[in-house]
């Protein structure tokens, strides 16, 4: 959570002069005479950049940066912006950063070429008195417009909206549903199509409901200031609402559900797919394709008439899992812990399978995979402190060791088989070292374990551990291990064996389907 903007009466009385000061000079825009000139536009961003220079707390910008008095001094610095650069998320949305990117930009374009609309003018100043009314608000009136964020976006209105956003971003390009996201790489230009959709729904269904009626303009650098400065207040709640629904799944999540719910569970075989980050910063619901793809397979008649339920997790917040998505706080993954334990409850079989990020929660929430069940995590993280991919500043070393521990733990507790695959990536091995009982099974073999398969000729994979944890290494470059299993024609068959083969683990014994 973002630290609290704390104002003393002296710097409240300042900043509420400044908001007089703007407020006025906004209010003489509606005269057509006011901006006879740039340099009333520059006056107007003059006093903006004072406001945000007043409160300048948690800026990614103005961190270690000594923001001049006014525009032109700080247009003549080129202080570099950031905020365009991380606009797929909430999570991160820092105070004035998105504002000041504008202010920036908007001055740059003034001094350099002059301009005759100056409409943007008025949308940062906006923005930042409406941001600056929440964080002198009360604790009461941020929770009141959090929870009218909230019900604005859990609304069936909203949500239909958002639905036929993302379908029509599918028609755009020809989705084919038989690629699974987490095997073959979309273009990046894809996320920006997926981003640039939900903006214009969230802009459209929230711009009367919410954004103007906090006064703020209706508009994504509207959007992203009121989430920035609820962050502010040292609430991650707003943030939350948003990142609930910003992912590429046509469901909200943030656990989704492939069809209706059985009303029988105890003949059936439910299968957790945790998405990853994915591939250019948009998640997608992963795992999917691959499944349904093996139950028509010629090969595998016999999972065709296996009972299977399909339910996608998504972390859109990359808290790895950590935090809870209703309120956005660090719970080190109770919320889920409770979900997950409600949604596996009386099914037959329970399956989880995940890579990168959702390998990780396949691990940290495996007790509640039944003990027929089956765990299968593709290059998991144990530890992040090794894992530079994971970018969140409140992500603290604590937050990370706690989760190692947390993995620790439900690795020795769960009843079911555990199977963890890696293919040649340093740091991926590396991370096997952050799991007991793999270290023992290496050590009992008299095998590196960050050592990858050799290559020999021989073999394709390598099968290290016993019935219970077990790591098979790959000949496979790089972190994105499904891609290259799918690269080498034996993704599926790795997906369906781990999954739905009962392993014999001696010789009187024969493999056999669950």
Not at 239 to 252: L, P, Q
Not at 261 to 269: I, L, N
Not at 294 to 321: R, Y
Not at 460 to 473: A, E, F, P, Q, T
């Amino acid at each position: 959570t973002a630290p609290a903007i704390k104002a003393t009466a002296e710097r409240s009385q300042h900043i509420h002069e400044l908001l007089n000061e703007l407020e006025e000079r906004l209010s003489r825009i509606s005269q057509s005479s006011y901006f006879d000139s740039d340099e009333k536009a520059i006056e107007v961003l003059d006093v903006c950049l004072r406001v945000c220079c007043s409160l300048p707390l948690g800026s990614n910008i103005a961190q270690n940066v000594e923001f001049p008095a006014n525009v032109r001094s700080l247009v003549d610095k080129k202080i570099a912006t950031s905020s365009t650069i991380n606009d797929q998320h909430f999570f991160d949305a820092d105070l004035w950063d998105d504002a000041l990117d504008e202010l920036i930009r908007v001055a740059s374009t003034i001094e350099s070429e002059g301009c005759e609309d100056h409409s943007l003018v008025c949308e940062i100043a906006n923005s930042i008195l409406a941001s600056t009314r929440i964080l002198l608000g009360s604790k009461e009136e941020i929770n009141r417009l959090e929870d009218m964020l909230q019900n604005a976006v859990d609304s069936k209105s909203f949500l239909e909206a958002r639905s036929e956003a993302v379908k029509a971003v599918k028609r755009r390009r020809r989705f084919n549903s038989t690629i699974d996201c987490v095997a073959d790489a979309g273009a990046a230009n894809e996320d920006d199509l997926v981003i640039n959709a939900l903006y214009k729904c969230a802009i459209n269904e929230l711009g009367s409901s919410v954004l103007s009626t906090l006064h703020f303009p209706a508009s994504k650098l509207g959007l992203r200031s009121l989430i920035a400065a609820t962050r502010a207040t040292g609430s991650q709640r707003a943030a939350a609402t948003m990142d609930r629904i910003w992912h590429a799944a046509e469901e909200e999540g943030p656990l989704i559900l492939d069809g209706k719910a059985p009303v029988t569970k105890s003949d059936k075989t439910l299968v957790v797919a945790f998405s990853s980050l994915g591939w250019n910063g948009v998640m997608r619901p992963e795992w999917g394709a691959t499944l349904r793809t093996a139950q028509t397979d010629d090969n595998n008649e016999w999972l065709s008439s296996l009972s299977l339920v399909i339910a996608h997790a998504l972390d859109a917040s990359q808290s790895w899992f950590c935090s809870n998505p209703v309120n956005g706080e660090w719970d080190e993954g109770s919320w889920w812990d409770a979900s997950l334990k409600e949604l596996c409850c009386d099914y037959g079989r329970v399956c989880f399978i995940g890579e990168s990020m959702g390998a990780s929660a396949t691990l940290r929430f495996s007790r509640h995979c039944t003990p027929n069940g089956s765990v299968v995590a593709f290059v998991p993280q144990i530890h992040l402190q090794d894992f530079p991919q994971s970018t969140r500043k409140d992500f603290t070393i604590k937050r990370k060791s706690a989760l190692c521990r947390a993995i620790q733990s439900a690795c020795q507790d769960t009843k079911a088989e555990v199977a963890v695959h890696v293919g040649r990536d340093e740091d991926d091995l590396y991370q096997l070292n952050y799991i007991p009982e793999v270290v023992e099974a290496h050590l009992a073999v008299g095998e590196e374990i960050d050592s990858p398969l050799p290559r020999d000729g021989n073999q394709d994979s390598l099968s290290i551990g016993n019935n219970r944890m077990r790591v098979v290494k790959h000949d496979v470059e790089g972190h994105a291990l499904g891609a290259g299993l799918k690269l080498n024609g034996v993704l599926t068959t790795t997906v369906v064996t781990e999954l739905f083969v009962k392993k014999a683990w001696s010789d009187s014994e024969q493999p056999s389907v669950w």
